[in-house]
């Protein structure tokens, strides 16, 4: 009978890392029998070589300062049998009783799990403030531009250029549309703060003004835009603040 025993000591808890387990003192309490008579049950059929038993040790039952009680711990396959040679008509007890601790273990996460679970849902957070941080970002910066075009100038400064002569000039270096190009100058965050609003002196205009950027700060605004660019095809790209493809051509030279 010594190839059944495998010395142990456990907890009160008896279910084993990757096998269930019953202790002969949770068997003789589903069947309503003394533990000594269950024991003795579980040593006839393990020498017998039916089924395979583990000793262990849990705490007695029976109150404070009583003494470890030595239990035997056998599978689920074995102790159907145990039970059968017992009290056949308690099977069904048996069954509810697997079941229920079936129903209990799909219910607990593993380690493993739950730490996924946790690592989801830092992540979920992070990308949700980043979102909220990006969009405050680029009102803050359109906020900014809006304050300092307040401005109105006579004529336009020196090395200052409107978005007329942006479109102009940015296509000739980069190659995009002037879609591509008001995109740029309005969606990103980094998009150039205006120098001014210029009094329109036809006069037809009636008095009506127009944005002016600093001419290297736009040229600052469209390098970083291209280096972000994303090529799709050989010659269309994409961009995180630009909706859809558009195409993308260095030409060099202003």
């Known amino acids: 009978m010594n190839d059944y025993f495998a010395p142990a000591i456990a907890t009160e808890n008896t279910m084993s890392v990757g096998m269930r387990r019953i202790s002969s003192r949770e068997i003789c309490d589903l ?13 006839r059929l393990a020498d017998k070589e039916l089924i395979r038993f583990t000793p262990s040790v849990e705490t007695s039952h029976d109150g404070p300062g ?3 009680v030595e239990v035997y711990l056998v599978n689920e396959r074995d102790s159907y049998v145990v039970v059968a040679q017992l009290s056949p008509e308690f099977t069904a007890r048996l069954v509810d009783y697997w079941q229920e601790q079936k129903n209990q273990q799909a219910q607990i996460p ?3 799990e739950a730490f ?3 690592f989801r849902m830092l992540a979920d957070a992070e990308q949700r403030e980043a979102s909220r941080e990006q969009r405050l970002n680029m009102i803050d910066a359109k906020v900014e531009r809006i304050e300092t ?3 109105v100038l006579s004529a336009r400064p020196a090395n200052s250029e409107s978005i007329v002569h942006i479109r102009s000039r940015i296509w000739r270096l980069f190659g995009l549309s002037d879609a591509t190009i008001d995109a740029v100058m309005r969606q ?6 205006p120098a001014g609003m210029v009094r329109n002196e036809h006069a037809e205009a009636e008095g009506a003004t127009y944005a002016v950027y600093w001419q290297k700060d736009v040229t600052a605004t469209f390098e970083r835009f291209t280096e972000e660019c ?3 095809t050989k010659h269309f790209y994409t961009h995180p603040y630009i909706e859809g493809r558009f195409k993308l051509a ?3 030279g202003a």
Request: glycine residues 2%.
């Open 31 to 43: 069947l309503d029998a003394r533990h000594d008579s269950v024991k003795r049950t579980i040593e």
């Open 66 to 68: 009583s003494r470890p």
């Open 110 to 112: 593993t380690t493993a």
């Open 116 to 118: 996924a679970q946790a």
């Open 149 to 151: 075009a307040q401005t």
């Open 188 to 193: 990103t965050p980094y998009a150039p703060r």
């Open 230 to 232: 994303v090529p799709v």
């Open 250 to 252: 260095r030409k060099g």
